[in-house]
């Protein structure tokens, strides 16, 4: 317990002593505790009438219009979110059609491209192809030509070779000359065959 220096000094305490007051004059409390005394009860209905009037009052213009606020405020806002969300979600849907819109077109304008290109690289295909055609059909006639010239040379040399082949074999066979107009008749006999 705290004690003053200057009331340390005026008290007289002997040591060692116990004190067994407390500090309540005897009889201040005849009858009991004072909120359960009879007597008392209106006096304390009253108070809690009025008490509970304030508190009501209190709680009607203060208290509750406050919070009735707070709670109108948070659902407009609750409503403008709502509302906002709608109209992001409504953009959102336009944007996404018009972007499916539009890579619709863009396929269909690669698919275009790509038919044209086609059917370019077909036409120009088929232009080289005729080009190579008609110089390779120019080349076998060539070679037809050459080859005809070549056959119709070893053709003739043939009959030749062989007119004289047969002489050959006539002179040794029989030993005598033939003449060659029936040499040659008779070569031409077995050539037609």
Do not use: C, N
């Amino acid at each position: 317990m705290f004690v003053a220096p200057a009331f340390a000094q005026e008290a007289d305490h002997t040591a060692g002593e116990t004190h067994t007051e407390t500090g309540v004059a005897e009889g201040g409390h005849e009858g009991g505790f004072p909120p359960f005394l009879v007597e008392t009860y209106p006096s304390q209905l009253l108070w809690l009438a009025i008490t509970f009037g304030l508190f009501y009052l209190f709680l009607k213009r203060v208290v509750l219009p406050r919070i009735a606020g707070i709670l109108e405020v948070r659902s407009d806002r609750i409503a403008q979110d709502l509302d906002q969300a709608a109209r992001m979600k409504e953009d959102a849907d336009a944007a996404v059609a018009a972007y499916e819109q539009e890579l619709a077109e863009a396929r269909k304008k690669a698919a275009a491209i790509a038919q044209e290109a086609r059917d370019t690289a077909k036409a120009e295909a088929a232009a080289e192809r005729r080009k190579v055609e008609s110089g390779l059909d120019s080349k076998l006639k060539e070679a037809e030509a050459r080859i005809a010239l070549i056959k119709d040379t070893a053709l003739s040399d043939v009959g030749t070779i062989a007119e004289e082949t047969a002489a050959a074999i006539v002179q040794e066979l029989v030993g005598g000359k033939v003449d060659k107009a029936s040499l040659s008749a008779a070569v031409k006999a077995v050539q037609q065959q």
